[in-house]
């Protein structure tokens, strides 16, 4: 079966870094998203990882291992606007996207 | 560019009534898809357009679902009758092809059945 594993919830301080990881098991790949999606808000684009290596953009990046079916978002220097859901998508050999069930980040001061 | 748009954003209905939804893709965008999201779990693909065609159905739950997409533009999912499992947000997507270019999500309608 595909399935898509990210952990449920995780804390970081204001100015700090934390790395969200997801691992996945689909049935082909067409690439790697990541998306942040506030409360009540629709899911937006952060990146897309198709080739092995990290993708910088701004304060975030993303990392894939396609032999190790693997991936993690890095975020720096975390600002309170950060608290949201991170979701993990793979997009399949029929170019459906898979999605994980979301990190929820919780910033503190 | 207006984006995706999908209403009614919340609907409250009872167990056993119908409810349709409705989303309005990015104009010229031939690929429209259908997710949903339930309580607590990861979102789930329900089908796939191609202009007015059905690509993949394969993700709706079973006969309660229609979808339609008359004429190739706006789409409608109809859930007739409703059932309390199938609250949840259900999310429309658009994207000019098959692939990761232009896709874009709508902000979803929340179903509450009761």
């Known amino acids: 079966g595909q399935n898509i594993d990210q952990p449920t919830e995780m804390t970081a301080t204001e100015g700090a870094i934390v790395q969200i990881n997801c691992t996945y098991q689909?049935?082909?790949?067409?690439?790697l998203f990541w998306y942040q999606q506030h409360a009540g808000e629709a899911p937006t684009f952060l990146s897309y990882?198709?080739l092995d290596g990290l993708e910088e953009k701004g304060r975030f990046s993303s990392f894939l291992s396609r032999s190790k079916g693997y991936s993690y978002l890095l975020l720096k220097e975390l600002q309170m606007k950060d608290s949201a859901s991170y979701l993990c998508a793979v997009m399949d050999s029929n170019y459906q996207l898979i999605w994980g069930a979301g990190t929820k980040l919780i910033i503190k001061p | 560019e207006a984006g995706v748009t999908q209403f009614p954003s919340h609907s409250v209905i009872e167990k056993g009534q119908t409810v349709t939804l409705r989303c309005d893709p990015i104009?010229?965008?031939?690929?429209l898809y259908w997710y949903r999201r339930v309580m607590g779990k990861e979102i789930k693909f329900l089908l796939h357009f191609v202009k007015e065609s059905k690509q993949d159905e394969s993700g709706m739950p079973n006969n309660r679902f229609l979808a339609e997409r008359t004429g190739g533009t706006y789409s409608t999912l109809k859930v007739q009758p409703a059932e309390l499992e199938d609250s949840g947000v259900y999310f429309c997507a658009s994207s000019p092809k098959p692939d990761i270019y232009g896709y874009t999500f709508g902000s979803g309608t929340r179903l509450t059945v009761v």
């Open positions: 104009s010229g965008h031939d690929n």
């Open positions: 689909t049935s082909g790949f067409n690439g």
């Open positions: 990882n198709v």
